[in-house]
C-alpha cells in the first residue's frame, strides 16, 4: 500500500522535461565534484547476477529478489540487483583499484517488496560508491574526515543548483556536527 503524501497546494516549479533536466545536472555535478575529491572512477552497476554468486545483497533477507530465466544460457536464472554492498567491493578486487581509490555508480534495481512512500519505490535508482583503504584508516577520524568532504561537496552542489535555480534556498550549515546514538538517547530518552 502506497503512503505517498503530497502537500496541500503543492505545485511544482519544473514542468517534466525540466525535472529530467534538474536530476541530470545536480547529479552530472555532483558526482563530478565528488569523483575529484574522493579519487573516484565511474563504473557501471550490473542490472542482474548470478543468484549463486553472492552478489546480491539480501538487504535484510525478507525481499524476494525479482528473477527471470536467460534463453540463450539454456534457462540459467539471473537476478535483478537489489543493492551494490557486495559487488562494489568485488568490483575494487576484480578491476585493480589501488589504495586510495574508488568507483562511483549508478544502479538501477526493482525492489518488489518494497513499501513505498514519497522516499521509497519499487523502482530503485541509486547512487553510490566506494573506495579502497587502509585497514588502520578504518576508525572514526578517517570517518569524520569523509564525512565532511562528501558534506563539502553536498554544499557546494546546493550552491551551485540555487544559482541554475533561482527559487532554491541555501539551507545546509556551514559545518556538519557529528553525534553519536549514545549522545541522541541521552537527549532523548
Not at 557546494?156 to 553525534?179: N, R, S, V
Request: glycine residues 4%; charged residues 30%.
Amino acid at each position: 500500500m502506497s503512503d505517498i503524501v503530497i502537500p496541500k497546494n503543492y505545485k511544482s516549479q519544473l514542468n517534466l522535461y525540466e525535472t529530467q533536466v534538474a536530476i541530470k545536472t545536480v547529479k552530472d555535478f555532483f558526482q563530478g565534484l565528488l569523483a575529484e575529491r574522493l579519487h573516484l572512477l565511474r563504473v557501471s552497476a550490473p542490472l542482474f547476477v548470478d543468484p549463486t554468486s553472492g552478489l546480491n545483497d539480501n538487504l535484510n533477507g525478507v525481499e524476494r529478489p525479482v528473477t527471470f530465466d536467460i534463453k540463450e544460457q539454456n534457462g540459467r536464472e539471473a537476478e535483478v540487483v537489489q543493492s551494490l554492498a557486495k559487488w562494489k567491493r568485488y568490483a575494487l578486487k576484480e578491476y585493480g583499484f589501488s589504495l586510495g581509490e574508488g568507483i562511483y555508480t549508478d544502479m538501477n534495481a526493482i525492489r518488489r517488496d518494497e513499501e513505498t512512500d514519497n522516499i521509497h519505490s519499487i523502482f530503485v535508482d541509486q547512487w553510490d560508491w566506494e573506495k579502497v583503504i587502509r585497514k588502520e584508516d578504518r576508525n572514526l577520524d578517517f570517518l569524520k574526515e569523509t564525512v565532511k568532504t562528501v558534506y563539502k561537496c553536498l554544499r557546494k552542489t546546493e550552491q551551485y543548483m540555487a544559482i541554475q535555480y533561482d527559487y532554491i534556498d541555501l539551507i545546509l550549515p556551514k559545518d556538519i556536527t557529528f553525534i553519536t546514538t549514545s549522545e541522541l538517547e541521552e537527549m532523548f530518552p
